[in-house]
């Protein structure tokens, strides 16, 4: 396997994360009350839109062909969260607590990744940004939890 390769294949991976992380926010916010949570999570659905279409422009400056949907893990999830969500005395919590299982998982998968490869400086630091926002966010959801 080339090495474009080998790095384009790391990059769909998070790429098919980010799309998952899209249509988890954006069912989170279907699925609370407070506008303040909705706001949120739709922030997070647009980053995380975002980090995604960075993610298809590194792919593409590799030659390589991007995914274009996320996993059937994702949708698992999602669907998890839905039901959680509608079992739940606590819904807010419940996705709250949902939410920062997935951002955790997903800074964990930037962690990784970023020991795996020797990227080019540019994928690196777009990687790194995109972890630091995740932490970000899982910094809020801690605050969020403890207002719940």
């Given at each position: 396997m080339k090495?474009?390769?080998k790095i ?8 098919e994360?980010?799309?998952d992380?899209?249509?988890?926010y954006l ?7 407070s ?8 922030n997070r659905a647009?980053?995380?839109s975002?980090?995604?279409?960075e993610?298809?422009t590194?792919i ?5 062909i ?17 039901l ?7 819904n807010?919590?419940?996705?709250l607590e ?10 964990q ?7 795996e ?29 403890e207002?719940?």
């Amino acid at each position: 396997m080339k090495y474009t390769e080998k790095i384009s294949n790391k990059l769909n991976e998070l790429l098919e994360k980010n799309y998952d992380a899209e249509k988890g926010y954006l069912n989170s916010a279907e699925n609370v009350d407070s506008p303040k949570l909705k706001i949120f999570f739709k922030n997070r659905a647009s980053e995380r839109s975002l980090f995604a279409k960075e993610l298809r422009t590194e792919i593409l400056s590799y030659g390589q062909i991007p995914e274009n949907d996320g996993s059937v893990k994702g949708s698992m999830h999602r669907n998890w969260m839905s039901l959680k969500a509608l079992f739940s005395a606590n819904n807010e919590e419940a996705i709250l607590e949902e939410a920062m299982r997935g951002e955790k998982a997903s800074y964990q998968e930037y962690e990784n990744i970023l020991q795996e490869d020797a990227f080019a400086p540019s994928t690196r630091k777009m990687l790194e940004h995109q972890k630091q926002k995740i932490q970000a966010a899982i910094n809020i959801i801690m605050v969020e939890e403890e207002l719940a």
